[in-house]
């Protein structure tokens, strides 16, 4: 695929689209350029000094393929539990963290090349949750979607249920925010950063594996860090 269709309609999503996930007005607008370089800066390595201002900052850049998301909240949120299983189910934000949760620390790595060291992740394993619905012979994938209405991903059932694959709640030990896919999103750890999908709300058990929103553009659905893609080391443990 094409440099510039690499995740995005052109780049990485548009400034505007971006500084609107920031909630910055228009004085954002005429600081946009430095503080996007202060999103590109790794943290500890920031010239501009600003990343520490930036919600999430350190590294990070928000991604959306839509141009704007609802919210939810403990109120609002459910996810679904469904497809081959023997007991559907729909939780919400209270029971996910009534469950057993797990705290990963890695690098998270974007397939378009930034990296953000040492970042935790916590929340429910996904193999905790297929278990309590009960995956039924002849499931071989998950399907994940999004209230986003857009993207999508998708695991091999063996993927899905490693133990470094999480529902996750938190992010730097914290409740993951909005723009950073909140209040549930998807954790792969050992693949790149487009598997694990914002503001989850469908868990769905299926026979194959479906591409997801950029594996039908060309990603790779087995998007090991280091191993796919043509790119990158491994990621730190
Ligand atoms: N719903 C949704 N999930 C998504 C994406 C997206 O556009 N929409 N982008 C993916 C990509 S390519 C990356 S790098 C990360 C970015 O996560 P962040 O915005 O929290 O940095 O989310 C992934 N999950
Ligand atoms: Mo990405």
Known sequence: MSEQNEEGRGTPVGRRVVLGLLGLGAAGVAAGPYLLRAQEAVAGRDPTGLTGLLPGGGGFRYYSVVASVPTRDADTYTLTVDGL?????????????????????????????????????????????????????????????????????????????????????????APISHAHGGPVRLYVAPMYFYKSAKWLSGITVTDTVRPGYWEELGYDTDAWVGRSNGRDDAPTA
């Open 85 to 173: 299983v023997e007991r559907p189910g729909r939780y919400r934000l209270a029971d996910l963290r009534a469950m057993p949760q797990r705290r990963i620390v890695r690098d998270v790595q974007c397939v378009t090349g930034w990296r953000v060291p040492d970042t935790p992740f916590e929340g429910v394993p996904l193999a905790h949750l297929l278990d309590a619905a009960g995956v039924t012979a002849g499931a071989r994938a998950v399907r994940f979607s999004c209230f986003d209405g857009e993207y999508t991903e998708s695991l091999t059932l063996e993927q899905a249920r490693r133990d470094d694959v999480l529902v996750a709640l938190k992010l730097r030990d």
